[in-house]
T-cell receptor, first 113, second 112 residues
Framework: GENVEQHPSTLSVQEGDSAVIKCTYS??????FPWYKQELGKRPQLIID?????GEKKDQRIAVTLNKTAKHFSLHITETQPEDSAVYFC????????????FGAGTRLAVHP | KAGVTQTPRYLIKTRGQQVTLSCSPI?????VSWYQQTPGQGLQFLFE???????NKGNFPGRFSGRQFSNSRSEMNVSTLELGDSALYLC???????????FGQGTRLTVV
């Protein structure tokens, strides 16, 4: 089936702390996992993605890990800054192929100075 | 390179009317997908078009339809509008399968 679960729905951290958002997916054939950031009133934008032949990928303060056996992947943000405050969405592709993405419900991250 | 452009940005319609939304993808992108975003349901896939063919369709009633033109521009249409259709409608274009989807700013539809 098509399902992506995302936790937590809200996350509040102090500036400088780390934030972790977790997602699980149901389709074992999924092999591409993007993360999108959506600031208030703006469009979702890709911040990082990972493919199933890689277990971890880093880009400065952002990292994503993938556990294919457990069918879950996580977003890690270190040294959070107020500008990291946004809604973050994980996604997985529909097993039928092409560009249909199944999104998680989103995590609202608030970084307090 | 220009990004994904959606028009109009805002729309107010009354129940029972129909509406057409437009999306111009990034030049060279032939895949266009549409999503409905609401506070309660998140981002829900509507449909995807590639080279004028619908490749995927989400779980929405037949009142929701779309098409793609030979220049890759896409339109979606919602007929017999209901209050629950009020949402942000986002269009995304991609160059290839399972690569970055670039989103437009969206069209905010309000049905009164």
């Amino acid at each position: 089936g098509e399902n992506v679960e995302q936790h937590p729905s809200t996350l509040s951290v102090q500036e400088g702390d780390s934030a972790v958002i977790k997602c699980t997916y149901s389709d074992s054939a999924s092999n591409y996992f993007p993360w999108y950031k959506q600031e208030l009133g703006k469009r979702p934008q890709l911040i990082i993605d990972i493919r199933s032949n890689v277990g971890e990928k880093k880009d400065q303060r952002i990292a994503v890990t993938l556990n294919k056996t457990a069918k879950h992947f996580s977003l890690h943000i270190t040294e959070t800054q107020p500008e990291d405050s946004a809604v973050y969405f994980c996604a997985a592709p529909y097993s039928g192929g092409y560009n249909k993405l199944i999104f998680g419900a989103g995590t609202r991250l608030a970084v307090h100075p | 390179k220009a990004g994904v452009t959606q028009t109009p940005r805002y729309l107010i319609k009354t129940r029972g009317q129909q509406v057409t939304l437009s999306c111009s993808p990034i030049s060279g992108h032939r895949s266009v997908s549409w999503y409905q975003q609401t506070p309660g349901q998140g981002l829900q896939f509507l449909f995807e078009y590639f080279s004028e063919t619908q490749r995927n369709k989400g779980n929405f009633p037949g009142r929701f339809s779309g098409r793609q033109f030979s220049n890759s521009r896409s339109e979606m249409n919602v007929s017999t509008l209901e209050l629950g259709d009020s949402a942000l409608y986002l269009c995304a274009s991609s160059f290839r399968e399972k690569t970055e989807a670039f989103f437009g700013q969206g069209t905010r539809l309000t049905v009164v």
